[in-house]
């Protein structure tokens, strides 16, 4: 089974987002982890959505590269 993954990451603010299949902007419910936030469906629970503060940190160069910049400017 295939799903859609989105993601972006800002290098000045070091931070970096990946969405799930499923995820809407006006209904994920963020809830704050050691590592950022994890996005949640409000009716099934599942996680859509995760953000990394300090990501140069904690996830691989490599997958920072592959992500593209956020298409709006990010407030650090």
């Not at 809830?31 to 994890?38: A, H």
């Amino acid at each position: 089974m295939a799903m859609r993954i989105e993601g972006h990451y800002d290098a000045e603010a070091d931070i970096a987002w990946v969405r799930f299949e499923g995820y809407d902007p006006t209904t994920a419910v963020g809830e704050q982890t050691d590592s950022g936030l994890r996005e949640l469906d409000p009716v099934t629970g599942e996680v859509v959505g995760l953000e990394f503060w300090q990501a140069s940190k904690r996830l691989p160069a490599e997958f920072l590269r592959m992500l593209p910049p956020p298409q709006v400017e990010i407030a650090a």
